[in-house]
């Protein structure tokens, strides 16, 4: 996959998951699952990250210095710790932090950490990204909401 096709091949993921067209996000998962290629996979965490730390900016401008917590939260919505989580989800969440502390060293390596195992770790990854898009996206609530993690 070309820079351009998996920035295209993101939109249109993302387009799905917030329409809420999900045969269509299983299809394009199905796609990614099978893409072979290895950069493919980081290309699309870290696009899925950056957008991510879009939102949460446009929710919330920051100055220089700007500290970020997150809360993660099961499907109970009771609170995970962040060791608890499986290590592809962690490390995009550490991507996550690190895109919105202007840490690009940082955020590239917890990208690639992320985008790293067999085909399923990183579909899992991915869905956990677009789920925190979506939650991020549609949270009409002052304060950002917890993200959602699926923990075995």
Same mark, same amino acid.
């Given at each position: 996959?070309?820079?351009?096709?998996?920035?295209?091949?993101?939109?249109?993921?993302?387009?799905?998951?917030?329409?809420?067209?999900?045969?269509?996000?299983?299809?394009?998962?199905?796609?990614?699952?099978?893409?072979?290629?290895?950069?493919?996979?980081?290309?699309?965490?870290?696009?899925?990250?950056? #957008?991510?730390? !879009? $939102?949460?900016? *446009? %929710?919330? /401008?920051? @100055? &220089?210095?700007?500290?970020?917590?997150?809360?993660? +939260?099961?499907? #109970?919505?009771? !609170? $995970?710790?962040? *060791? %608890?989580? /499986?290590? @592809? &989800?962690?490390?995009?969440?550490?991507?996550?932090? +690190?895109?919105?502390?202007?840490?690009?060293?940082?955020? *590239?390596?917890?990208?690639?950490?992320?985008?790293?195992?067999?085909?399923?770790?990183?579909?899992?990854?991915?869905?956990?990204?677009?789920?925190?898009?979506?939650?991020?996206?549609?949270?009409?609530?002052?304060?950002?909401?917890?993200?959602?993690?699926?923990?075995?």
């Amino acid at each position: 996959m070309t820079e351009n096709r998996g920035r295209q091949f993101t939109t249109d993921l993302v387009e799905a998951a917030l329409a809420g067209e999900y045969d269509a996000v299983a299809d394009a998962l199905g796609v990614l699952s099978g893409a072979g290629s290895p950069h493919a996979p980081a290309e699309i965490v870290g696009d899925l990250v950056g #957008r991510c730390a !879009a $939102v949460v900016r *446009d %929710r919330r /401008p920051t @100055g &220089p210095g700007t500290i970020f917590t997150i809360a993660v +939260a099961d499907d #109970r919505a009771r !609170a $995970v710790a962040v *060791d %608890r989580l /499986p290590p @592809g &989800p962690r490390a995009a969440l550490r991507a996550l932090l +690190a895109a919105l502390g202007d840490d690009e060293a940082g955020r *590239d390596i917890q990208v690639e950490l992320a985008a790293r195992g067999q085909p399923a770790d990183v579909v899992g990854v991915v869905v956990h990204l677009l789920v925190w898009l979506v939650e991020l996206s549609d949270s009409a609530a002052a304060e950002l909401p917890s993200l959602s993690c699926f923990i075995p």
